[in-house]
């Protein structure tokens, strides 16, 4: 994984992903000057018993929100 997140789009693919790391995404926020004001994350994991064997990837996504929203402003400047 590079410094920047991880990426599997191929050539002549027409989707993939690319994961960005959260202080990456947090950090350049910060760096344009927006002030951060709130994170919402997605609550779906904590509505289910956790499945997958432990230590598994599907037995992680019952702990970690897999989603979630930044709510940022960007104050005027003068």
Known sequence: MSP???ENMRIGEP???HRHLL????GRLLDVGFIIREVVEDPRHLREE???APGSY???LSFV?????IVCSKPEQA
């Not at 202080?23 to 947090?26: P, S, V």
């Open 65 to 69: 929100a897999e989603y979630f929203k």
């Open 15 to 17: 989707t993939g992903e």
């Open 23 to 26: 202080r990456t995404i947090f």
């Open 50 to 52: 956790p499945v997958g």
């Open 4 to 6: 920047e997140g991880c």
């Open 58 to 60: 599907e037995h992680s």
